[in-house]
Structures are given as structure tokens and as C-alpha cells.
């Protein structure tokens, strides 16, 4: 297994809104991915390698608890593609599946003529949607936190990916765009809300392979 860590933190560059001329912590972001290689296959090109990949994905607002206001969680994307990378790779799995609003969400990773591996995570106060694309090689989930700016807490998703690989190496991108919101009082009566969107840009993982 390999490990990835990675943290970010977002600011507002100036606080228009609130008439404020110096940035402003608005939030961070920590991923953790982990790889694992399942196993390797014949087929009638050759030997394939499949490889699934778990990501660890939280999202924290910038709180002022003496003021009780700050920033909230309002969205996630998170991005894993192997499409710019290897005609040798595909993606065979991308989960969670479907549209899934709250409670306990499940992912199975499974194709390519090895085990099925799975795991489960809970979500808080929000929805996750699957807009991958297999034949772009790329899986794709959009989290929208409910309420949007009465969320304040953090909150995590563990979606995940199964790869195949036929040749060489083996490479990841991945990509997360996090967008939060500022409570309304946080600048005082008659603000609007103040909104800041961060970007973590393509982090890229190759591996030792076939």
C-alpha cells in the first residue's frame, strides 16, 4: 500500500464584503489517498494490474467561536482521472454510485477479475452525487452540503476508484474544488454573503508497475 497526505488552506484575498483590505482565512482542506494493487490478471493482450485507490477527503471552515460566525462548508468536487495520463490504463469503478443524501454511505470497488473491496462512511447534513465518466476515464463527485451556509462543521467523504494498468508504470491525478460561504453575520447587518472558492490544482502520483 502507498500514502499520500496533502493539506491546503484557502483565504480571502480581500474581504470586499465585509470592508476588509487584508486576507482572511476562509477555510482547509486535508486528503489522504491510499493505493492499494489487488492483484494482477491475464488476459488475451497480456498481463493487466488492478489497482484501487480510497481517498480521505475533509473539509474545515474558518469559525470565530467568540463571535459564534465565520465561514461554513458549502460544496465539494473531487476529482480522480486517469484519462491524460496512459493509453495503457482504464478506469473500471468509481463509488459511491448515484445521488446519496445523508446517513451511511456505502462504496464497492469491483470489476477487473479480482476481489470486490468495500468500505462505508457517514454523511452529515449533505449530498454526494457520481458524475463519472468511465469512458473518459474519470470519476467525478460533487458534495453539496445542505443548508449550505448553516453548515459549520467539517465535513468528509471517502469515495473511491478502481484502475486497470496493462504497461509500465501507473499514474493518479487528482483534483479538489471546495467552495465556502461566509455567515451573513459576520460583517454585521445589511452584508451580503461573501463567498470563496479554492482550488487545489492537479496532484499527480506515479507508481512502479508492470
Excluded at 94 to 114: F, H, K, M, R, Y
Excluded at 200 to 209: A, F, K, P, Y
Aim: charged share 25%.
Amino acid at each position: 500500500m502507498h500514502k499520500d497526505e496533502y493539506e491546503f488552506t484557502f483565504y480571502d484575498p480581500q474581504d470586499e464584503v465585509c470592508d476588509l483590505t487584508t486576507e482572511e482565512e476562509a477555510g482547509t482542506f486535508k486528503s489522504v489517498v491510499e493505493y492499494y494493487k489487488n492483484g494482477e490478471v491475464s488476459t488475451p493482450e497480456g498481463t493487466e494490474s488492478i489497482w484501487d485507490v480510497k481517498y480521505y477527503n475533509t473539509m474545515f471552515p474558518t469559525r470565530n467561536d467568540e463571535l459564534s460566525s465565520g465561514w461554513n462548508n458549502s460544496e465539494l468536487i473531487t476529482r480522480s482521472s486517469v484519462n491524460d495520463l496512459s493509453n495503457e490504463q482504464s478506469l473500471y469503478d468509481a463509488d459511491p454510485e448515484g445521488d446519496q443524501t445523508n446517513g451511511s454511505i456505502s462504496v464497492q470497488l469491483d470489476g477487473g477479475g479480482v476481489p470486490t473491496i468495500g468500505w462505508t462512511f457517514p454523511l452529515v447534513d449533505s449530498t454526494i452525487e457520481n458524475v463519472s465518466n468511465e469512458f473518459e476515464n474519470y470519476g467525478r463527485w460533487i458534495t453539496t452540503i445542505n443548508g449550505g451556509v448553516e453548515q459549520t462543521d467539517r465535513v468528509s467523504t471517502e469515495p473511491g476508484v478502481r484502475v486497470s494498468n496493462s504497461a509500465g508504470d501507473i499514474g493518479f491525478d487528482h483534483s479538489h474544488k471546495l467552495t465556502y460561504v461566509q455567515d451573513p453575520v459576520a460583517c454585521g447587518v445589511g452584508y451580503e454573503i461573501d463567498e470563496k472558492v479554492g482550488y487545489t490544482g492537479v496532484l499527480r502520483r506515479i507508481l512502479s508497475d508492470l
